[in-house]
């Protein structure tokens, strides 16, 4: 479906996700419950899918903090942990 110039929304299932991301299912569950994946959408009453784009934004976030400069911490702070 597609609404003037803007581009068709791409919905991924499940499998494609786990491909997408390298992860697998209970791992990407786990993240949603954490607040730290992308909620899927409800298709049908048992299908859901997760919009492309938003899957795409979560990969790009993940190189983003990659390529952040980590924080400098202590050695004593680390060995408490």
């Not at 992308?38 to 784009?53: F, I, N």
């Not at 790009?60 to 680390?78: F, L, S």
Request: proline share 7%; aromatic share 4%.
């Amino acid at each position: 479906m597609s609404h003037g110039n803007s581009a068709p929304v791409q919905i991924l299932r499940i499998k494609a996700v786990r491909e997408r991301v390298g992860l697998s299912q209970s791992i990407i569950y786990t993240l949603m419950a954490a607040g730290r994946f992308p909620k899927p959408v409800r298709l049908s009453t048992r299908c859901v899918g997760w919009p492309a784009d938003e899957v795409d934004a979560w990969l790009r976030e993940r190189i983003t903090e990659r390529a952040a400069p980590k924080p400098k911490r202590h050695a004593r702070m680390e060995a408490a942990e």
